[in-house]
C-alpha cells in the first residue's frame, strides 16, 4: 500500500468522514470520485490532488487526459472538507443533468436539492419496462432515484436516495444528514440510517452502528451528544447497534438486510413512540 499514489471513488458515496480516514492511514496524491450507473453510464467525475511533493507529473497526465474527455474537472481538497454531502464530480461535456422536484417534476435552480435527471446518448432504456412506472420521459430525460443538487460550475453533489427519504409525521428526512453526524462521533465507526414503520408517525428515525473498537458507548449517550447538531425531529427514535454491517454481492451494504435484521430482532421498534 506504500506504492499506492491514488484512488477512485466510483460506486458509493464518499463524505467528509471517510475522506479523513483515507488520508490518515495512506499517503495518497490524488483521488477521483464519479458518479454515474448502468442505465445512464458516465454522468460526472472530479480530479483532487493532495499537496504534496512530486506531484507535478501526475498534475501533467491529468491535464494531458482531459484533453480526451475521460476527466471532467479538478475539484479542489477544500471543497471535500467542507461538503455536508458527497461530492460527485463535474458534469461530463456530453451530458444533461437537471434536478428536478421530487412530486411536482419541475425543475429546480442551482443549489436546489431534488432528484437527478439524465439525459445523454449514453441512457439506456430498459427492455421490459412497465408503462406507467417508466424512467424515461417521453423527452429522453432519465430520472435516476437519486437525490443531489447542481452548483454554479455544474459540479454535482449526491445526497442520497428517493427510496430512503424517511417521512416522519409529514416531515421528509434525509438519512445521510444524520448519518454524517453520526460518523463524526469519537466512538461511531460506521452508521446507517432507517426508517421504520410506525403505527402513529407513518415511520420513525431508526440508526445503525457499528461502535469503534473498545467502545463503551450507549444508546442514551449517543442521543445527548446528537442533540445539539439536529433538530428534535430528526433524532433517532431508536439506535440499535451492531457488530458489522452485512454488504451485498456488489460490496455495498445491504439495507434490506439490516433493516430486516432490525425490524426482526427487536419487536418493540414495531410499536409507536
Known sequence: MKSLLGVAFTSAAVNNSILQKIMKS???YFFM?????????????????????????????????SHTNLLSGLIHYK??????????????KVVEVRILHPETGQALPPHEHGEIAIRSHRVMRYFNEI??????????????????????????????RLHRMISRG??????????NVLLRHKDVDEALVIGIPDE????????????????????EKLKNDLAPYLTAFKLPRH?????????SPTGKISIA?????????????????
Not at 471543497?79 to 461530463?92: L, R, T
Not at 435516476?144 to 442520497?160: A, C, E, K, N, V
Not at 438486510?257 to 413512540?273: D, Q
Open 26 to 28: 495512506l499517503n495518497l
Open 33 to 65: 470520485v464519479s458518479y454515474g450507473s448502468s442505465e445512464a453510464g458516465s454522468v460526472a467525475n472530479g480530479t483532487c490532488f493532495i499537496n504534496r511533493k512530486n506531484s507535478l507529473l501526475l498534475l501533467l497526465l491529468y491535464k494531458l487526459l
Open 79 to 92: 471543497e471535500f472538507e467542507k461538503a455536508v454531502y458527497s461530492i460527485g464530480g463535474k458534469v461530463d
Open 131 to 160: 408503462y406507467d412506472k417508466t424512467s424515461v420521459t417521453a423527452d429522453g430525460w432519465y430520472k435516476s432515484g437519486d437525490l443531489g443538487f447542481l452548483d454554479d460550475r455544474s459540479h454535482l453533489t449526491i445526497t442520497g
Open 170 to 179: 409529514g416531515e421528509k428526512i434525509s438519512p445521510v444528514e444524520i448519518e
Open 200 to 219: 402513529l408517525y407513518g415511520e420513525q428515525v431508526c440508526a445503525c452502528i457499528v461502535a469503534k473498537q473498545g467502545s463503551s458507548i450507549t444508546s
Open 239 to 247: 439506535i440499535v447497534f451492531l457488530p458489522m454491517f452485512p454488504l
Open 257 to 273: 438486510e439490516i433493516k430486516s435484521m432490525v425490524l426482526n430482532g427487536t419487536g418493540e421498534l414495531r410499536k409507536n413512540a
